[in-house]
C-alpha cells in the first residue's frame, strides 16, 4: 500500500511540472513533428532518466531541512537571492533576445543523449520536487526513507514520461500554442520568479 502511496505522489507531482510548458515540452513537439512519435520516445526516455535522479535529490533535500529547521531561514535568504538573480536574467533574456533562435536537427542516433542533456539544464526541476516533498512531509503525507524516495522517484519517471508523451502524440494540436507560450517563457519565469522573491522577502523581513 505505501508502495503504491508514494507511487501515485510521485506520479501526480511529476505530471503537474511536466504539463508546465517548458522548452522540455517544446522540443518533444517540435521532434515528434519531424520524426515521428517513435523516434521522440528517445528524447523522453532522457528526460524521464534525469528527473528519477531529481526527484531523489529532492525528496533528500527536503528530508535534511526538515530536520534541521535552523537551517531553513539561512537558506530561504539564499534562495531570494537567487530567485532575484533569475528574475533579472529571465526579462533580460526576453527584451534582448531579438532574434529567433534557429531550430536546430537533432540527429536520431543522439536524441536519447540529448534529452539527457536537456534535462540536466532544467534547474527548477530538483527547488520543485523540494518545495512539494516538503509539503507532503510538513502534513505527514510523506516519510522520507530509501525505500519511499525509490518509489516516489518510480512514480516521477512514470508521470513526466507519460505526460511527454502525450506531447508528442497531440503535436499537431498543440504547437501552434505551446509555440507561443514558449515564446513568452522568459517573460514570465522572470514574473514568477520575481513575485515569489518579492514574497519570500516580505516573509523573512516579518519574522
Known amino acids: 500500500m505505501n508502495f503504491l502511496i508514494c507511487l501515485l505522489l510521485g506520479f501526480g507531482i511529476a505530471s503537474l511540472g511536466s504539463i508546465t510548458p517548458s522548452f522540455l515540452n517544446l522540443t518533444v513537439v517540435k521532434y515528434s513533428l519531424r520524426n515521428g512519435v517513435k523516434a521522440t520516445l528517445y528524447i523522453i526516455a532522457g528526460y524521464a532518466t534525469v528527473l528519477f535522479f531529481q526527484a531523489n535529490l529532492g525528496a533528500y533535500f ?39 533562435a534557429e531550430n536546430k536537427e537533432i540527429p536520431k542516433s543522439k536524441s536519447y543523449f540529448h534529452g539527457i542533456f536537456m534535462s540536466l539544464l532544467n534547474m527548477m526541476a530538483i527547488p520543485f520536487y523540494f518545495t512539494f516533498i516538503s509539503l507532503l512531509i510538513g502534513f505527514n503525507y510523506f516519510e522520507y526513507n530509501f525505500s519511499n524516495a525509490l518509489y516516489f522517484s518510480i512514480g516521477s519517471t512514470i508521470g513526466s514520461f507519460t505526460l511527454y508523451t502525450g506531447y508528442a502524440i497531440v503535436a499537431k494540436k498543440i504547437e501552434h500554442k505551446l509555440s507561443f507560450i514558449a515564446s513568452k517563457m522568459d517573460f514570465i519565469l522572470g514574473c514568477i520568479t520575481g513575485v515569489v522573491a518579492i514574497g ?7 519574522k
Open 62 to 100: 527536503a528530508n535534511v531541512l526538515m530536520k534541521n529547521s535552523e537551517y531553513i531561514t539561512i537558506i530561504q535568504q539564499i534562495g531570494t537571492g537567487i530567485l532575484f538573480l533569475l528574475s533579472i536574467i529571465f526579462f533580460k533574456v526576453h527584451f534582448t533576445s531579438k532574434e529567433k
Open 200 to 206: 519570500n522577502l516580505i516573509y523573512l523581513l516579518s
